[in-house]
């Protein structure tokens, strides 16, 4: 239980709960505080493993460019003597937020719904390289890392609970992917500052616009693997979402359209991101190889292994589809 250390943590900016509810005890534990006066708030401490202060800092910088720019995104709070990180007892980071509004959509993705993510996902590309010419990224921890190479080895933690005739899969279009992956660069028109996990779930509507939450993963990385993640689901429909792949094409074109509506983008942005939607597959994998029990903790699990080794294998024969 935690509230007394959340209570500390609000009265060090002046605000006094008459709620509190935990949300969220994934990677991070997030309370919503209901405050005697004003709009809703978030308590949000870090994992243990995340203690890169540069990075957390950057994360909070950004936050709050973003949000002076206009941006619907969770505002970092200061305290009374203008503090913005406080320190749990067990030695996590810890950070008030504002509490962010709006409707997630699955089902509801529509092109002119993609078309305001392209615009999110474009504006806060360009106040991350305002954010970088200005020297206040102080960060070169990478958002969302593949781990191709191990993964192409076969030597990824995990991978031994997996058939041989999925390893062998994985081996291939991981090493394949992986030599792809090089050939973009790092020059700064398609590598900067990114999310790093701008999935549907972490995108948030009002009134049309689209918002975006969870930027602890955020970091350095392609471009493109904002606008991979937001269609990664959409393009291979394995988490128990609906299934968008009859309408994918309109839609990966209108998230095109809006990102170039507010950035400039590499010439080869959409080859980039065709890449990319199919490398986090790996990603998902790994995540349900490390912190799952066992590949049927939730529903999904199974036929995600299965789909996702269905699509290695598609992508192997024909790279250059979707």
Same mark, same amino acid.
């Given at each position: 239980?935690?509230?007394?250390?959340?209570?500390?943590?609000?009265?060090?900016?002046?605000?006094?709960?008459?709620?509190?509810?935990?949300?969220?005890?994934?990677?991070?534990?997030?309370?919503?505080?209901?405050?005697?006066?004003?709009?809703?708030?978030?308590?949000?401490?870090?994992?243990?493993?995340?203690?890169?202060?540069?990075?957390?800092?950057?994360?909070?910088?950004?936050?709050?460019?973003?949000?002076?720019?206009?941006?619907?995104?969770?505002?970092?709070?200061?305290?009374?003597?203008?503090?913005?990180?406080?320190?749990?007892?067990?030695?996590?980071?810890?950070?008030?937020?504002?509490?962010?509004?709006?409707?997630?959509?699955?089902?509801?993705?529509?092109?002119?719904?993609?078309?305001?993510?392209?615009?999110?996902?474009?504006?806060?590309?360009?106040?991350?390289?305002?954010?970088?010419?200005?020297?206040?990224?102080?960060?070169?921890?990478?958002?969302?890392?593949?781990?191709?190479?191990?993964?192409?080895?076969?030597?990824?933690?995990?991978?031994?609970?997996?058939?041989?005739?999925?390893?062998?899969?994985?081996?291939?279009?991981?090493?394949?992917?992986?030599?792809?992956?090089?050939?973009?660069?790092? !020059?700064?028109?398609?590598?900067?500052?990114?999310?790093? @996990?701008?999935? $549907? &779930?972490?995108?948030? =509507? +009002? *009134? %049309?616009?689209?918002?975006?939450?969870?930027?602890?993963?955020?970091?350095?990385?392609?471009?493109?693997?904002?606008?991979?993640?937001?269609?990664?689901?959409?393009?291979?429909?394995?988490?128990?979402?609906?299934?968008?792949?009859?309408?994918?094409?309109?839609?990966?074109?209108?998230?095109?359209?809006?990102?170039?509506?507010?950035?400039?983008?590499?010439?080869?942005?959409?080859?980039?991101?065709?890449?990319?939607?199919?490398?986090?597959?790996?990603?998902?994998? !790994?995540?349900?190889?490390?912190?799952?029990?066992?590949? @049927?903790?939730? $529903? &999904?699990?199974?036929? =995600? +292994? *299965? %789909?996702?080794?269905?699509?290695?294998?598609?992508?192997?024969?024909?790279?250059?589809?979707?």
């Amino acid at each position: 239980m935690h509230a007394p250390f959340i209570e500390t943590l609000l009265s060090r900016h002046g605000v006094r709960a008459v709620a509190l509810r935990c949300v969220a005890r994934l990677d991070c534990e997030v309370w919503r505080v209901r405050p005697r006066s004003g709009p809703d708030l978030a308590v949000r401490l870090y994992p243990a493993c995340h203690q890169d202060r540069a990075a957390i800092d950057t994360e909070l910088d950004w936050l709050e460019a973003l949000a002076a720019s206009g941006l619907h995104v969770p505002v970092p709070q200061r305290g009374v003597d203008g503090t913005r990180l406080h320190r749990h007892p067990d030695g996590r980071y810890a950070v008030l937020l504002t509490w962010l509004a709006g409707r997630q959509y699955d089902r509801g993705l529509t092109p002119a719904r993609l078309e305001s993510v392209g615009r999110l996902t474009g504006a806060m590309h360009r106040v991350a390289t305002s954010l970088r010419a200005a020297g206040r990224v102080r960060t070169q921890r990478e958002a969302t890392p593949l781990d191709l190479p191990a993964w192409a080895a076969g030597t990824r933690t995990g991978m031994q609970r997996l058939s041989p005739t999925h390893r062998a899969v994985l081996r291939d279009s991981a090493a394949r992917l992986h030599a792809t992956i090089e050939t973009f660069g790092r !020059g700064p028109e398609g590598w900067g500052l990114v999310h790093g @996990d701008l999935h $549907p &779930w972490n995108l948030l =509507f +009002v *009134r %049309g616009a689209a918002g975006a939450i969870d930027f602890t993963d955020c970091g350095m990385g392609h471009h493109a693997m904002d606008l991979a993640a937001t269609l990664q689901y959409l393009r291979h429909p394995l988490a128990g979402n609906h299934d968008h792949r009859g309408q994918y094409s309109l839609l990966r074109d209108a998230l095109l359209r809006g990102y170039a509506a507010e950035s400039t983008p590499p010439s080869n942005l959409e080859r980039q991101v065709s890449v990319l939607v199919t490398a986090r597959l790996f990603l998902t994998l !790994g995540w349900i190889l490390d912190d799952w029990p066992t590949v @049927d903790h939730r $529903p &999904w699990g199974p036929g =995600f +292994v *299965r %789909g996702s080794q269905l699509a290695l294998r598609e992508w192997l024969v024909a790279p250059e589809v979707g």
